[in-house]
């Protein structure tokens, strides 16, 4: 007689079978998304090595007088670049710093794409020293009655050399020049931009010790980095400024800036 003991035997192994079953499928799923996040890795290392390559061949080809056009293609692969977050997060942002050099050796007047590129490839790139490389080459090009606003690109050039290279000096001049160059702009408000450049070097003559700014901008790029070699760097860098990094346990890190003596 099937008894009330035996109903409960089945049921019993009913449910480990069910159970087993269950498991099985989801160490089946979870196997095929490693291996999916394994092949769209080596996918996204292959096409990192692709772009890079693709973007020093583009600074050495010929152009035969459509210099403009390779800046403009090498702008248009840089944003496809920069908008892959999932791919960026594995490889990082190493291929801004070659677009940006292609755009600048090819139409070192692309003010737009030099604006945008620059800020990228300091904190994204985490490579502060070649964007204001760029940016002094490009500025041998361009006037200050260029339109629409020339004077940004001698702005941007003095936050690089503040917030993370700390040549309080040299942004002084870049300040001074920007603001000569936006007192003779047309663009509406280029007075206002003008005085607030020149206020900005006011602060720097009283206040030449630019550590914790220097620090901020470095937490920053380690904070929007995935490279682990940029990282280290800006790990680096920080701690040379004397910050004080801590990881906790579970692998977050904390900078705190030094005290002031």
């Not at 190493?94 to 794409?113: C, G, L, M």
């Not at 003095?158 to 000569?180: C, F, H, N, P, R």
Request: glycine fraction near 4%; hydrophobic fraction near 40%; proline fraction near 3%.
């Amino acid at each position: 007689m099937f008894n009330f003991n035996n109903r409960i035997l089945v049921s019993c192994l009913t449910g480990i079978v069910s159970f087993s079953a269950i498991v099985s499928l989801q160490v089946e799923s979870l196997k095929q998304q490693i291996k999916i996040k394994n092949q769209s890795t080596k996918a996204y290392i292959q096409q990192e090595k692709h772009r890079k390559a693709q973007a020093n061949i583009q600074q050495k080809i010929p152009s035969f007088g459509y210099n403009n056009l390779i800046a403009d293609w090498a702008f248009l692969q840089y944003i496809q670049y920069f908008g892959d977050t999932e791919a960026r997060e594995v490889t990082g942002y190493s291929v801004i710093t070659d677009y940006f050099e292609t755009i600048v050796n090819k139409d070192p007047k692309f003010i737009d794409a030099n604006l945008i590129l620059s800020t990228t490839n300091s904190i994204f790139a985490g490579n502060p020293q070649k964007t204001v490389s760029l940016l002094e080459k490009s500025l041998e090009s361009i006037t200050p009655e260029m339109s629409p606003y020339p004077f940004f690109i001698w702005g941007y050039k003095a936050i690089d050399e503040v917030l993370l290279l700390g040549d309080i000096e040299a942004a002084k001049k870049s300040y001074q020049t920007a603001a000569s160059w936006a007192e003779v702009s047309n663009v509406v408000g280029s007075d206002v931009i003008a005085k607030r450049y020149l206020e900005t070097v006011a602060f720097l003559e009283t206040n030449p010790d630019s550590t914790t700014i220097q620090i901020s901008g470095w937490t920053m790029i380690l904070s929007n980095n995935s490279d682990r070699q940029i990282r280290e760097y800006a790990l680096k860098k920080i701690e040379e400024l004397g910050g004080i990094v801590t990881v906790n346990p579970n692998g977050k890190i904390s900078i705190k800036a030094p005290e002031k003596v």
